[in-house]
T-cell receptor, first 114, second 115 residues
Framework: DQQVKQNSPSLSVQEGRISILNCDYT??????FLWYKKYPAEGPTFLIS?????DKNEDGRFTVFLNKSAKHLSLHIVPSQPGDSAVYFC?????????????FGKGTRLSVIA | NAGVMQNPRHLVRRRGQEARLRCSPM?????VYWYRQLPEEGLKFMVY????????ESGMPKERFSAEFPKEGPSILRIQQVVRGDSAAYFC?????????????FGPGTRLTVT
């Protein structure tokens, strides 16, 4: 039973345009969400996070939107650059403790075409 | 480099042998997590440790797998009597302490191949 779902295995975007990566979750206990970027043969790199008390968090070219009622979040990258080409994982955690295990989606492979 | 360190990066074992994977957390981090990634899958949580304590091992197989994080030295994930299905990338992450959510920072992973 997948609690975090990334329904698009891949996405291609033209350089300079907006990339939108989507993520859905089923567990109402999730209260913290993160996006990670992963290059081949490397570990995931933390990108941006959002608490469930917010609906938007922005960091440079990256913005994460959270719609709690729909149990949906999205990562916007604008403008997209060729170096953004990687696999993006959505992750979620639950519980009041500060440190809890993450539940990951299967990832979306983003290709930014020059 | 103050990042999460993992070694070895690649490990080849024959069926029935033991595999030992090591993880040194980021400086100042006292929480360590192990995740496994099978091909074309997301990362799956295995175990969460603090120094000398296993906090949550709900994702770890009950047999053949064990983990520790001693007072001194790196965290070790140990797989006894490896089977082909254990072939995967094993990632370690660390985070700092606190009462609010803290991001986990990942190491480069150990790719285990069982022949």
């Amino acid at each position: 039973d997948q609690q975090v779902k990334q329904n698009s295995p891949s996405l291609s975007v033209q350089e300079g345009r907006i990339s939108i990566l989507n993520c859905d979750y089923t567990n109402s206990m999730f209260d913290y969400f993160l996006w990670y970027k992963k290059y081949p043969a490397e570990g995931p790199t933390f990108l941006i996070s959002i608490s469930s008390i917010k609906d938007k968090n922005e960091d440079g070219r990256f913005t994460v939107f959270l719609n709690k009622s729909a149990k949906h979040l999205s990562l916007h990258i604008v403008p997209s650059q060729p170096g953004d080409s990687a696999v993006y994982f959505c992750a979620a955690s639950a519980g009041v403790a500060g440190n809890t295990p993450l539940v990951f989606g299967k990832g979306t492979r983003l290709s930014v075409i020059a | 480099n103050a990042g999460v360190m993992q070694n070895p990066r690649h490990l080849v074992r024959r069926r029935g042998q033991e595999a030992r994977l090591r993880c040194s957390p980021m400086k100042g981090h006292s929480h360590v997590y192990w995740y496994r990634q099978l091909p074309e899958e997301g990362l799956k949580f295995m175990v969460y440790l603090q120094k000398e304590n296993i906090i949550d091992e709900s994702g770890m197989p009950k047999e053949r797998f064990s983990a520790e994080f001693p007072k001194e030295g790196p965290s070790i994930l140990r797989i006894q009597q490896v089977v082909r299905g254990d072939s995967a990338a094993y990632f370690c992450a660390s985070s700092s302490s606190g009462g609010v959510k803290y991001e986990q920072y990942f190491g480069p992973g150990t790719r285990l191949t069982v022949t």
